[in-house]
């Protein structure tokens, strides 16, 4: 199989928690951005019906998960028509009524905590990273999972945490960017006709060949926040030059 090449730097979008914003800006519950990513993300999942839960039986594409409104999302884009490439979700754990990670493997992830003793507000519960399938193997998951761990370390979080696929080497996607499976167990998930594997990562031991890549994610975050911060009457998007 070719190996897809970009001819062009897709820009990268961070998008706050609605719920933390909707007080100030009276916010739909599911603004345009959000519906955008939803619909992008059960067509990618749906993959040709394979995970038939994501599609509607007219024929719409519907991933409507309830943690989206309490998450960020980082999002890359194609610069001419603006079409979503890739995203993924980042939800601050204790703003999550029912964590993915807690909800499968409870004790497990209260022995993390309690041992490296950190709480709920320490962790950050990466879920969703999607590539579009043309553009798979081009390195837009790797500039995701860059950003997440530059968004964690900007947000004091001190782990990342989340489920990942195994039927098709997802977790060893992940394990190069130096996540850990906690645990052996594998947990069969019939909805995503496939069995996952609880990973974590420690957003401050980035491995050596990484650091470069997510200093610059994090001085483009960075200034993401502070344009937030100086203009809270701005629309919730806020495009960065990617690198
Ligand atoms: C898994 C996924 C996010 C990877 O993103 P991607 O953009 O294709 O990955 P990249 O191009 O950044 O790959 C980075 C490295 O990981 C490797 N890699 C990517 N996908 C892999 C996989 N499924 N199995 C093993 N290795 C993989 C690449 O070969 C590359 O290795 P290299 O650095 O040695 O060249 C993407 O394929 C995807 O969206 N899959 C469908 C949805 C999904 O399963 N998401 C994960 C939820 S658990």
Same mark, same amino acid.
């Given at each position: 199989?070719?190996?897809?090449?970009?001819?062009?730097?897709?820009?990268?979008?961070?998008?706050?928690?609605?719920?933390?914003?909707?007080?100030?800006?009276?916010?739909?519950?599911? *603004?345009?951005?959000?519906?955008?990513?939803r619909?992008?993300?059960? $067509?990618?999942?749906?993959?040709?019906?394979?995970?038939?839960?994501?599609?509607?039986?007219?024929?719409?594409?519907v991933d409507a998960d309830?943690?989206?409104?309490?998450?960020?999302?980082?999002?890359?884009?194609?610069?001419?028509?603006?079409?979503?490439?890739?995203?993924? $979700?980042?939800?601050?754990?204790?703003?999550?009524?029912?964590?993915?990670?807690?909800?499968?493997? *409870?004790?497990?992830?209260? !022995?993390?905590?309690?041992?490296?003793?950190?709480?709920?507000?320490?962790?950050?519960?990466?879920?969703?990273?999607?590539?579009?399938?043309?553009?798979?193997?081009? &390195?837009? &998951?790797?500039?995701?999972?860059?950003?997440?761990?530059?968004?964690?370390?900007?947000?004091?979080?001190?782990?990342?945490?989340?489920?990942?696929?195994?039927?098709?080497?997802?977790?060893?996607?992940?394990?190069?960017? &130096?996540?850990?499976?906690?645990?052996? !167990?594998?947990?069969?998930?019939? !909805?995503?006709?496939?069995?996952?594997?609880?990973?974590?990562?420690?957003?401050? !031991?980035?491995?050596?060949?990484?650091?470069?890549?997510?200093?610059?994610?994090?001085?483009?975050?960075?200034?993401?926040?502070?344009?937030?911060?100086?203009?809270?009457?701005?629309?919730?998007?806020?495009?960065?030059? &990617?690198?």
């Amino acid at each position: 199989m070719s190996i897809p090449h970009l001819s062009y730097n897709p820009k990268l979008e961070l998008h706050l928690p609605v719920k933390a914003r909707s007080a100030t800006t009276q916010e739909p519950s599911e *603004p345009d951005w959000l519906s955008n990513i939803r619909s992008f993300r059960a $067509r990618v999942l749906w993959s040709r019906g394979r995970r038939p839960a994501f599609r509607t039986a007219d024929g719409r594409f519907v991933d409507a998960d309830t943690h989206d409104t309490s998450a960020y999302h980082l999002v890359l884009r194609e610069p001419a028509r603006g079409d979503i490439l890739a995203c993924v $979700r980042c939800a601050p754990l204790e703003r999550l009524r029912s964590s993915r990670v807690r909800s499968l493997a *409870p004790e497990a992830a209260s !022995q993390l905590l309690r041992g490296a003793e950190i709480s709920d507000s320490d962790v950050l519960e990466g879920a969703r990273l999607v590539v579009e399938p043309t553009w798979q193997r081009s &390195g837009l &998951g790797s500039r995701l999972l860059v950003a997440e761990t530059a968004l964690a370390q900007l947000l004091g979080r001190r782990l990342v945490w989340g489920t990942m696929g195994c039927r098709q080497g997802q977790d060893r996607f992940f394990a190069k960017f &130096g996540r850990t499976p906690l645990g052996e !167990q594998r947990f069969t998930l019939p !909805q995503y006709d496939d069995e996952v594997v609880i990973m974590i990562g420690r957003p401050e !031991q980035v491995p050596s060949h990484l650091e470069g890549a997510v200093a610059s994610a994090r001085a483009e975050l960075r200034s993401c926040f502070d344009k937030h911060v100086t203009s809270l009457a701005q629309p919730s998007t806020t495009e960065i030059t &990617g690198h």
